[in-house]
């Protein structure tokens, strides 16, 4: 087993009054050549948007992006004509493909919007964009549910590439246990939203990732409630 894991407290990271940003892997002015992604894994990004304000119209090819609001929601529009909202509870896909433009503002004048933005290289180029939003199942204690795959038939939104995603809730003191999908050819990116787990003698707490490749499984023990999002993507691509 190999493991690498980066501590909340070295993210890069922007404060734009506006928004707060922190950056799990190398992202605008961030740059770490040591951190520039986990296999698949380009962008992990955990921002803080505040009431009204957000990004605008801007492009995107050849990516897979994956959004989770963790907090308030998210007013999407794009160039493919959707335009909606997506709450926390939910997670929001584009496959960029071709070309997209789109923006993402906090939907609330008086909330916070948090969310996780999470980029993934694609296994297919220049493909026809498209667009998906999913609610997925309130997440029960100690026990971990798919919301992405590569399978459009499989549970949760899918992406061009062999990629799973799953959302945990683990009450203090207890443990889940996670086999990889492809063991010999993917890594796991643990984030931690909130709490405090150990994996694998690594202690972790909010904010902290560690990747995990050449195993086949892993314990996840926690220390606190916590809330996890696991990242297996392919090594590589």
Excluded: C
């Excluded at 505040?50 to 990004?55: D, E, L, N």
């Amino acid at each position: 087993m190999t493991t690498i894991y980066h501590p909340s407290a070295s993210r890069g990271g922007a404060d734009h009054v506006w928004l707060k940003a922190k950056h799990s892997f190398s992202f605008a002015g961030y740059y770490d050549p040591a951190r520039v992604h986990f296999g698949a894994l380009r962008v992990l990004n955990q921002d803080e948007v505040a009431p009204g304000m957000g990004f605008s119209m801007h492009p995107h090819d050849n990516m897979e992006i994956i959004t989770i609001p963790l907090e308030g929601q998210i007013t999407h529009k794009d160039s493919m004509g959707n335009h909606g909202t997506i709450t926390a509870g939910e997670i929001q896909v584009m496959s960029a493909g071709t070309g997209v433009r789109h923006s993402e503002m906090n939907g609330s004048q008086q909330d916070k919007l948090h969310l996780l933005q999470i980029w993934i290289f694609p296994d297919k180029e220049n493909v026809e964009p498209r667009y998906d939003q999913l609610k997925y199942p309130e997440l029960k204690e100690n026990e971990l549910v798919q919301i992405l795959s590569p399978d459009s038939s499989d549970q949760g939104v899918w992406i061009h590439q062999q990629a799973w995603f799953h959302l945990g809730k683990i009450s203090s003191g207890n443990a889940i246990q996670f086999q990889l999908k492809r063991p010999a050819l993917s890594g796991v990116y643990i984030f931690v939203i909130e709490g405090k787990i150990n994996v694998e003698g690594q202690d972790m707490q909010s904010g902290d990732g560690l990747g995990i490749s050449d195993a086949t499984d892993f314990e996840i023990h926690s220390q606190e409630d916590a809330k996890v999002l696991l990242m297996e993507v392919p090594m590589s691509f």
